[in-house]
């Protein structure tokens, strides 16, 4: 293992070819990339490394990151999609090494409101204050909020004896939309981020009667790395502006392309910093085209030599529809875009 934190699960008389040939299936279908070769599974990245092998009649798991809350977050992962391969799995495994404490998750924090303001039409600006942020400032730029059911005591997560991050269920289970970091304030416990006020929303309806000192949870953080690219067309609406905000913001002054922004109204309409060589169309939402149609119409016919990198944040139908397009017809890959859906439309 090339990292210095490092844990290794192994479970006794448990090794059969079948079971990690189901662990490699949960593995693909969770997104992870990874080497196979007879017995054994792995992967290597600057940031984590794993190996799942044959050790005699052994299933054997070793993991490695460079710090403690990066190979938790990895060790979460892991036995996340070891429990979907087999459930049985997870119990048998016996841990040693570096290993998340039993109790509060380490990338769990109560976070409580110091401000709620509406800086635009459609927008909350949360401020909310929890300890030790320095956590949450590498490592993806979201995070989840975990709103306990109403007139319940809230049951917060908690790791088990199996290590595993366990989630209330039935009557307290947590309501846990994922937000995105506007900003972080480590030394003052603070930090910030922008939610779209739509109705019915359960977020929403917690910021109307929220006062100041409420609480909620939060876990985090993950996802949404910022794209290194020359070239890069972002399409979204309001619950992806703050995450095409921030790619805007740290993208090289030498990037071209565009970013095209669907938001309620006009009064929505904010300054941003962008590259000159980046175009930003705003677009309301009713009267002009939806951004990630324009996106699928605009490159209709791109190859991967042509691409630039293309990004869509949306409602998650529309995102399917130019996922589709872009990676089974035109062969795009997933090193040159991203396709997320940023919240599903109820069904009728
Ligand atoms: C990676 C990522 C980052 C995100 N970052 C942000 C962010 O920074 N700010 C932000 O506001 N959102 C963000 N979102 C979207 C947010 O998580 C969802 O909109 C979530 O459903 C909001 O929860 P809620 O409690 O408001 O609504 P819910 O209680 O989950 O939903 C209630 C009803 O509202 C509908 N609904 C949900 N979202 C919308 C919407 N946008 N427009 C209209 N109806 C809706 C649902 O279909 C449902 O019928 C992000 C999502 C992802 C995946």
Known sequence: MTHSFSCTGRAADFFTSSRLDLIAQALSEHGVKFQSEDTRLSATSESSEFEISQDGEDLVATLSAPGKPLLMRLHDQILHIIEHADTTLVTRMKWSGTLPDLGTPDNFRLAHVVD??????????????????????????????????????????????????????????????????????????????????????????????????????????????????????????????PAMRRILAEASPTTTGSAMIEVNSHDDIQPLV??????????????????????????????????????????????QRARKHFRDTCGITAEQSYFSGYWRKAQA
């Open 116 to 241: 709620v303001s509406r800086p635009f039409a459609n927008f909350f600006r949360v401020t909310m204050r929890a300890r030790d942020l320095t956590h949450f400032t590498t490592g993806g730029m979201h995070f989840r909020l975990l709103l306990p059911p109403k007139e319940r005591t809230p049951i917060w997560p908690f790791v088990d004896e199996t290590g595993r991050t366990r989630f209330p269920a039935g009557a307290d289970q947590l309501h846990n939309p994922v937000y995105t970091f506007v900003s972080i304030d480590v030394a003052q416990n603070l930090f910030t981020f922008d939610v779209f006020i739509h109705d019915g929303g359960r977020i929403t309806e917690w910021l109307r009667t929220a006062n100041i000192g409420d609480t909620i949870g939060m876990m985090g953080p993950g996802g949404g790395a910022m794209p290194k690219v020359d070239q890069i067309v972002l399409a979204g609406d309001e619950t992806a502006l």
């Open 274 to 319: 962008h590259p000159d060589g980046v175009d930003v169309t705003w677009l309301v939402r009713g009267t002009d085209p939806c951004p990630v149609d324009m996106v699928v119409d605009a490159y209709a016919k791109v190859t991967p030599q042509t691409a630039p990198f293309l990004w869509c944040g949306a409602e998650k139908s529309k995102v």
